[in-house]
């Protein structure tokens, strides 16, 4: 509770309600690092916020806007699928890793969120190349981190998809 405090004072707020922590990131080669708004990242970034204030809801506590927190991190993956957004969608699988450090991570934390139409939405949209381009092929960047929260959700194109990305490891040996 102490530390949930503590990042939510820390948190900074936009006069919409937005809510974004900084942070540093490493960068793509590995050898710069990068200064600026977390992301939604479960590796680094604010979802994992969302899931400690969620599991923190039964917690007799003074965290008054919580829950408001909780929407205002959700709120861009809201919008993502609240439209028909294909190109956006596109770019949101594209631009990130598919391991725990990005999308799967974040898919993760939707589970742990109850989230599971969010999940499903962003799951439709994944493109076949997207996961067929992925070379890091490791948990933290690569499809081998999209098995494990796809495996957890258990629909017939979660499980379609995780066998497609076992295909993709086996291909890569």
């Given at each position: 509770?102490?530390?949930?405090?503590?990042?939510?004072?820390?948190?900074?707020?936009?006069?919409?309600?937005?809510?974004?922590?900084?942070?540093?990131?490493?960068?793509?080669?590995?050898?710069?690092?990068?200064?600026?708004?977390?992301?939604?990242?479960?590796?680094?970034?604010?979802?994992?916020?969302?899931?400690?204030?969620?599991?923190?809801?039964?917690?007799?506590?003074?965290?008054?806007?919580?829950?408001?927190?909780?929407?205002?991190?959700?709120?861009?993956?809201?919008?993502?699928?609240?439209?028909?957004?294909?190109?956006?969608?596109?770019?949101?699988?594209?631009?990130?890793?598919?391991?725990?450090?990005?999308?799967?991570?974040?898919?993760?934390?939707?589970?742990?969120?109850g989230r599971?139409?969010?999940?499903?939405?962003?799951?439709?949209?994944?493109?076949?190349?997207?996961?067929?381009?992925?070379?890091?092929l490791d948990?933290?960047?690569?499809?081998?981190?999209?098995?494990?929260?796809?495996?957890?959700?258990?629909?017939?194109?979660?499980?379609?998809?995780?066998?497609?990305?076992?295909?993709?490891?086996?291909?890569?040996?």
């Amino acid at each position: 509770v102490a530390l949930a405090r503590q990042l939510l004072d820390m948190a900074i707020r936009d006069p919409k309600g937005q809510v974004e922590w900084l942070g540093m990131d490493l960068g793509g080669g590995g050898e710069r690092f990068g200064f600026g708004p977390v992301g939604l990242s479960l590796y680094g970034g604010s979802i994992g916020v969302a899931c400690l204030l969620n599991e923190l809801r039964g917690v007799p506590a003074d965290l008054p806007d919580a829950g408001t927190v909780v929407d205002s991190i959700l709120a861009p993956l809201d919008g993502l699928i609240g439209n028909d957004q294909e190109a956006a969608l596109y770019r949101w699988w594209r631009d990130q890793p598919l391991g725990v450090s990005g999308s799967g991570g974040i898919l993760l934390g939707l589970l742990a969120l109850g989230r599971d139409n969010v999940f499903d939405a962003l799951l439709a949209s994944l493109p076949h190349q997207v996961l067929e381009a992925d070379q890091q092929l490791d948990l933290l960047g690569g499809c081998c981190g999209l098995i494990g929260p796809l495996l957890q959700r258990g629909s017939a194109t979660a499980l379609e998809i995780a066998i497609r990305a076992g295909d993709h490891l086996l291909a890569q040996q």
